[in-house]
């Protein structure tokens, strides 16, 4: 089996969704010139204002003009697409912090953040509703099959394990990670500890400093890193190798030996 390329941009979007997309636009473009299929874009990267969400940060929709380009982009490139962004749909008075997977002109899967960030002093759930627990949606991927989670929801272990549960064999963290005491040690030891207790790749792609903590990387299933990424803004890629995650379960047959699952708090 081939190996996927994918590319990471890691970056501070700005306070207009068409800004950030034709950013989006043109590192798609250029992963697909360089040979990547697949190129992946941090939270919030539909619009931020001064550093995080509020009741005036602009939102998309479902249906709106930025997802039909991102659908577009796709098609036209042949590379697929996960991003995060603040959608608003009419179920709830508040916008979804939303990760989204487009690939061959559709959004073919998306996951709403869990667990809001509120902690460390600040207070995501001012401006965004929490998404319920709904059936897990994959994006499939040259030979793989791409789970969504978003930034805080790394911290709960069993986010992840849902999403394994349900098939996923590699999963991408959309975060804006905040800088402070031990924040990267804790982004880097989570990564790490999602790829090595689910034997799944791990793409953590991240904001850039100085709000966010940069470091956005690519894990192999046994914990290693196969890309990293400083504290700055930038662009990078990498090939995956979907045959080892099938080795790594092989030589530690640890989804046989589990006794435990997963159930939904109440």
Not at 25 to 44: H, I, M
Request: proline letters at 5%.
């Amino acid at each position: 089996m081939t190996a996927g390329r994918i590319t990471l941009h890691q970056w501070a979007p700005g306070a207009r969704p068409q800004d950030n997309l034709e950013v989006i636009q043109e590192v798609v473009r250029n992963a697909c010139a360089e040979g990547s299929t697949l190129a992946v874009f941090p939270e919030y990267s539909s619009a931020l204002d001064a550093g995080g969400p509020s009741a005036q940060t602009e939102t998309v929709t479902r249906e709106g003009e930025w997802v039909s380009a991102l659908r577009d982009l796709t098609k036209d490139t042949g590379v697929s697409v996960v991003v995060g962004a603040l959608v608003r749909s009419k179920s709830t008075a508040l916008p979804h912090n939303t990760m989204m997977a487009f690939s061959d002109g559709e959004l073919v899967a998306s996951a709403h953040k869990l667990h809001l960030y509120d902690a460390f002093g600040a207070r995501e759930s001012d401006a965004i509703a929490p998404g319920d627990i709904e059936t897990c949606e994959l994006l499939e991927w040259e030979g793989l099959r791409v789970g969504m989670m978003a930034c805080y929801d790394l911290r709960f272990p069993e986010v992840a394990r849902r999403l394994v549960d349900a098939g996923a064999t590699a999963l991408v963290v959309p975060a804006q990670w905040m800088a402070g005491d031990n924040k990267t040690l804790h982004w880097d030891t989570l990564l790490r500890a999602r790829a090595i207790e689910n034997q799944v790749w791990v793409v953590g792609v991240n904001q850039p400093g100085p709000l966010a903590v940069g470091a956005s990387q690519v894990i192999d299933p046994v914990g290693q890193r196969v890309l990293s990424l400083g504290a700055a803004a930038e662009t990078a890629a990498c090939e995956i190798e979907p045959e080892r995650v099938t080795n790594t379960r092989l030589e530690n047959p640890m989804m046989v030996a589990r006794r435990f699952g997963v159930e939904p708090k109440g």
